[in-house]
């Protein structure tokens, strides 16, 4: 029981960090570690992300 | 690694399988459950119906064509193929393309195409019965809206995420694609004016309402600090703290009302018109990080959470329909929520949730851009579609189950009910309700809002959703429930609204950007200015004409806006169509060919008869007649009050007709290019040359369905391992 609780609960973790992008910077820690150079400070990272949607168009429908 | 046997692993194979006993008997029970829900449907009449009979015969429905039809869709129409990459592989940019899980993406793709409308449409629809909207949303999605989305979404990804536009000017020509661009600017034009006439009716006079969505901006800008400044990137705690900030603003609504503040608060609608334009053009020019991000964080936060409650609510509430399965507006036409009968206009105040033109631009552009693998189109395109029907069939339930005279007493405009419970009481009854003004005053004292005559759809969901949840929790909080629900409707409208703006923006410097280059530049601060501010002014100045109509602005423009959503589906269902016959596949060219033929009837005639009909309730010329010719005898008819309204109608009669007409035309425009695409494909039988993208063999594994088989989650696991040797 509480086994699959904690399943479920990381399931809507993981759910959530990807869909919210918190996730990208996992990833970019991850692939900075595998090639071997330092990565870019959290807030200098999510400045570039955030600058990058300024360019972009998420529309949303009716 | 070899790639063949990745495709084998992870696509499936395309034969027939011949089904397992468990699939034969999960599957024959849910036909089983559909069929008997369906049955109740059609023929219980005059006895007390469980609202949950709609709400399985939708759920079966679903599934049923989820797993065979989009399976059909895939493998043969559109031939989906998962060793070929993705745009999103292709060209991984961590950015625009990024390859997505597909049930993330599922979540994307459906957070950007849910909106009101869905929610809008239904209820309004809800004069004819639920019986004539219940069918239209689950045939429609099953057959048109979730195969427009798919297929579209299909076509734009072979073609490294094209928008609607790009392909019709491609496939089908310069000047169908130049009329599809017009037509895709004005429609958007006019679903952000309708969308921000429904929050305006839905705030006026509402210090509550006004009061907590005013605090929405406060807490959106909160929260870009906390996301750029503070704590860079914590966007589930930011949005956390968000939701707990909104509860807070709509239970201290409830306190404002009362206080000295109220007054302030109560505001008309031409003021709150001003409110939402100048809103609209600070949300555009703004960078999207201080406000659109987070608010959109909110919305769609908000968004899932309220339909997730609502679907729960409904199951503990068990209401009763009470609204007749057709009602008698259905065969005449003479409903005062909107006028016209049930062919064709059921087909089009439904719109969003069953088949909406709009969803074709999200295919075509951001979502293409994110698929991981080809066959993820079934669940993120029809599966999206599918969830967004769902909402729509819960919006439906909720209009129909509350007193159907307080239904018409909040939706017929204020000319026919006079504005106060007891001549709305005497108009309702005048319909055949047993309404007394009693009850009115009674669910205007429950919700802590005068209800008379709130229309545009908002308020009678707001009233719907309180009693459903009043009555599945308990308590007596009908009227936070209310302001709640009004706040998560106006929540994301206006996120439609400033995100819409935007998009408009975008499109407007695009295009003149092709003849002034600097006004192409999304950098240069004044083409930014100047497109937000000629975007704003378009849709606001409808919305002024809207507000101001004495007639009644949402049934006036409603119409408008449903006929136009369809128009863009009718030119999406085009290019795909011709796309098919273009690639050879003429057999199944009836998958989107049936429902464009569908489509393109209804449309027309209610175009049609939106011009061309002699009943001045239908048609917009007709109306104008009179008006003008009664205006010139010195004559002011009702509801009009003054000449200065009567001059009011006759222009806005002959915008609106000018209007509908200019749409229907520029439809007709891309149907005869498309039918001599067409002719000349088929005369040269077989595949033509289309802007398909070469096939690249793919490198990555993932599942193809929802759930991963275990075949799949083998290869998967065998890929980590040739990933990790590599290392």
């Not at chain 2, 334009?277 to 936060?301: C, E, I, K, N």
């Not at chain 2, 005449?332 to 006028?339: D, L, N, Q």
């Not at chain 2, 106060?420 to 055949?432: K, N, R, S, Y």
Request: charged letters at 15%; proline letters at 4%; aromatic letters at 10%.
């Amino acid at each position: 029981m509480t086994r699959a609780l904690v399943t479920a609960w990381r399931g809507v973790r993981w759910y959530l960090r990807e869909w919210s992008g918190e996730a990208r910077w996992d990833d970019h820690v991850a692939e900075c570690a595998a090639h071997g150079h330092p990565p870019l400070s959290r807030r200098e990272f999510e400045r570039r992300r955030s600058d990058a949607r300024e360019r972009s168009t998420v529309a949303r429908c009716c | 690694m070899s790639t063949t046997a990745t495709a084998e692993a992870s696509g499936g194979s395309t034969g027939r399988r011949r089904p397992g006993l468990r699939s034969i008997l999960v599957w024959g029970a849910v036909a089983a459950v559909g069929a008997v829900c369906w049955t109740v449907l059609a023929v219980a009449r005059g006895e007390s119906v469980s609202a949950l009979w709609i709400l399985f015969a939708a759920l079966c429905s679903y599934a049923i064509a989820y797993r065979f039809y989009s399976r059909f869709i895939a493998r043969r129409v559109l031939r989906v193929d998962d060793g070929r990459a993705t745009p999103a592989e292709r060209h991984s940019d961590g950015i625009d393309y990024d390859v997505t899980d597909r049930r993330v993406l599922f979540g994307h793709h459906f957070a950007a195409i849910a909106g009101a409308g869905p929610l809008v449409g239904p209820v309004l629809a809800a004069q004819m019965g639920y019986l004539p909207g219940t069918i239209w949303i689950i045939v429609g999605v099953i057959f048109a809206g979730a195969v427009q989305d798919m297929t579209v979404l299909f076509f734009s990804m072979r073609r490294n995420g094209k928008s609607l536009g790009q392909m019709v000017r491609e496939e089908i020509g310069v000047v169908g694609g130049i009329a599809a661009l017009i037509a895709v600017f004005a429609i958007m034009i006019i679903i952000l004016a309708v969308l921000a006439l429904i929050v305006v009716n839905a705030l006026a006079e509402s210090p509550w309402g006004v009061f907590s969505i005013a605090l929405t901006i406060p807490i959106a800008l909160f929260m870009g600090v906390y996301l750029r400044v503070l704590r860079p990137g914590r966007v589930l705690e930011a949005t956390a703290l968000g939701v707990v900030l909104l509860l807070a603003a709509v239970v201290g609504g409830g306190y404002v009302e009362g206080s000295g503040l109220g007054d302030a608060l109560t505001l008309s609608k031409e003021w709150l018109v001003v409110a939402l334009v100048v809103y609209g053009f600070v949300a555009s020019v703004l960078p999207v990080w201080l406000l659109l991000t987070p608010r959109d964080y909110l919305s769609t936060f908000m968004k899932v959470g309220v339909i997730a409650l609502l679907a729960v609510g409904l199951l503990l509430a068990r209401p009763v329909l009470q609204a007749d399965a057709v009602t008698d507006f259905a065969r005449e036409g003479t409903g005062p929520v909107f006028a016209g009968s049930l062919f064709p206009f059921v087909f089009i105040t439904i719109a969003c949730g069953a088949l909406s033109g709009f969803h074709a631009l999200i295919s075509s552009g951001t979502t293409p851009k994110m698929i991981a693998k080809e066959s993820h189109v079934r669940l993120v395109g029809y599966g999206g579609m599918l969830m967004e029907s769902f909402v729509a069939i819960s919006a439906l339930i909720a209009a129909v189950v509350i007193d159907q005279g307080l239904y018409f007493a909040m939706n017929a405009p204020l000319g026919a009910t006079g504005g106060d419970p007891e001549t709305a009481a005497t108009f309702v009854q005048g319909l055949g309700f047993q309404t007394t003004a009693e009850d009115l005053a009674a669910a205007a004292a429950a919700v802590e809002e005068p209800l008379i005559s709130r229309t545009g759809g908002a308020p009678t969901l707001a009233v719907g959703i309180s009693t459903i949840l009043s009555d599945a929790f308990g308590g007596s909080l009908a009227a936070f429930w209310y302001h709640f629900a009004i706040m998560f409707e106006a929540l994301f409208i206006l996120t439609a609204v400033d995100a819409g703006t935007r998009v408009g923006r975008f499109m407007l410097q695009d295009t003149v950007g092709n003849v002034w280059k600097r006004f192409g530049d999304l950098t240069w601060r004044p083409g930014n200015v100047i497109a937000s501010a000629v975007v704003v002014a378009l849709w606001g100045s409808i919305l002024y004409i809207g507000v101001t109509d004495p007639l009644g602005g949402v049934n006036q423009l409603f119409p408008l806006f449903g006929i136009a959503n369809q128009l863009l589906a009718a030119i999406a269902l085009l290019l795909v169509t011709v796309l098919l016959i273009k690639h050879g596949r003429v057999r199944y060219a009836r998958v989107p060919g049936i429902p464009l033929v569908w489509d393109l009837v209804v449309t027309m005639t209610a175009s049609f008869q939106k011009v061309f009909s002699s009943d001045p309730a239908v048609g917009y010329f007709a109306q104008r007649n009179r008006y003008a010719d009664a205006r010139d005898a010195g004559e002011v008819l009702a509801p009009a009050q003054d000449p200065g309204q009567m001059d009011q109608v006759v222009f806005n009669s002959t915008l609106n007709g000018v209007l509908q007409a200019v749409f229907a035309v520029l439809v007709l425009v891309v149907a005869v290019h498309a039918a001599v695409v067409i002719a000349r494909a088929l005369r040269s039988r077989g595949a033509v040359p289309t802007t398909e993208e070469p096939a690249v063999p793919s490198q990555i594994v993932e599942p193809a369905g929802l759930f991963a088989t275990a075949e799949e989650k083998r290869a998967m696991a065998e890929q980590r391992e040739l990933a990790g040797s590599a290392r």
